[in-house]
C-alpha cells in the first residue's frame, strides 16, 4: 500500500498530505501549463524531423484516390476512434466544396470483431476485412501508439500481397510498424505518452486531409459520384 501512495505522490505531488487547498489548486494549474507545454514540443519535434513524410503520405493517399481507390483505416482502443475520426473526415468534408471521398473504418463492425476475434483470432481482425473488402490501388491506413499492435501487422503484409498502398501512424520508436517493408509511410511521435502521440496523430491527419484534398483539387479530379456536390459547394 505504501508503494502505491509513493508512486501517487511522485506522479501528483500536489495530491500528498500537509498542502492546502490554495497549493493544490496552484500545483494543478501549473501542471495543466506542463502538459500543454509538452504537447506544443511533441508537435514540434515531429514536423520538424518528418514534415516531408507527412507530405509523401498525403500524395499516396491522393494517387489511391486520383486512381479511383478507397481509404481503409483501423486501429484498436483509443486508436479506433482516430480510424473513425480520419474516415469521417473523408467521408463528410466540412469545408465547402470539398467532395466526399470513399473511406471505410474497419474497426466500426463490433459484430464482425468479435465473430473473428472469437473464432479465429483478434490478430485476424483486420487481415479478414482487407481480404474481403481491399482492392489494388485502396489504401491501408492504421494507427498504433506503440506500433507493435499484431492485428494491424498482418492486416499491413496482406494488404502489400493485394495491391494497396499503406500508410501507418505510431509512437515511441515506431516499433514493428516503423521497420516493416509492408508499411510504404511510417509516421512516428517520439514521444512515450500514449496522450501525446494520439493528440499528434489527430493534428497529423487534419492536415493529411488539406492536404489531399488540395492535391486533388491541384489535379482537377472529382469522383463522378460527387459531380454535384463540386459543382454547388454543398455538403453532406
Not at 494497396?164 to 512516428?188: E, H, N, Q
Amino acid at each position: 500500500m505504501s508503494d502505491n501512495k509513493d508512486i501517487l505522490n511522485s506522479l501528483y505531488p500536489f495530491t500528498g498530505e500537509g498542502g492546502t487547498k490554495r497549493d493544490m489548486t496552484d500545483a494543478i494549474s501549473k501542471a495543466c501549463l506542463a502538459k500543454a507545454e509538452d504537447h506544443l514540443e511533441t508537435v514540434k519535434a515531429f514536423f520538424a524531423a518528418q514534415n516531408n513524410q507527412v507530405a509523401k503520405a498525403a500524395e499516396v493517399i491522393a494517387t489511391s484516390y486520383r486512381a479511383g481507390g478507397r481509404l481503409l483505416a483501423m486501429g484498436n482502443g483509443g486508436s479506433s476512434c482516430d480510424a473513425s475520426h480520419l474516415a469521417v473526415e473523408f467521408l463528410h468534408p466540412v469545408t465547402t466544396g470539398r467532395p466526399a471521398l470513399p473511406a471505410v473504418n474497419l474497426a466500426a463492425d463490433t459484430a464482425m470483431s468479435t465473430a473473428v476475434g472469437n473464432d479465429v483470432g483478434f490478430e485476424h481482425v483486420f487481415l479478414r476485412q482487407v481480404i474481403a473488402n481491399g482492392r489494388k490501388g485502396d489504401c491501408l491506413v492504421g494507427f498504433s501508439t506503440s506500433g507493435t499492435s499484431g492485428n494491424l501487422l498482418a492486416a499491413f503484409d496482406k494488404a502489400k500481397s493485394m495491391g494497396l498502398s499503406t500508410i501507418g501512424f505510431a509512437g515511441k520508436d515506431g516499433g514493428a510498424m516503423a521497420k516493416s517493408s509492408d508499411v510504404d509511410v511510417c509516421l512516428t511521435i517520439g514521444s512515450d505518452s500514449i496522450h501525446r502521440i494520439q493528440e499528434t496523430h489527430l493534428l497529423i491527419y487534419h492536415i493529411l486531409w488539406d492536404l489531399v484534398h488540395t492535391l486533388l483539387a491541384d489535379g482537377r479530379w472529382v469522383p463522378e459520384v460527387d459531380e454535384t456536390i463540386a459543382r454547388t459547394g454543398d455538403t453532406q
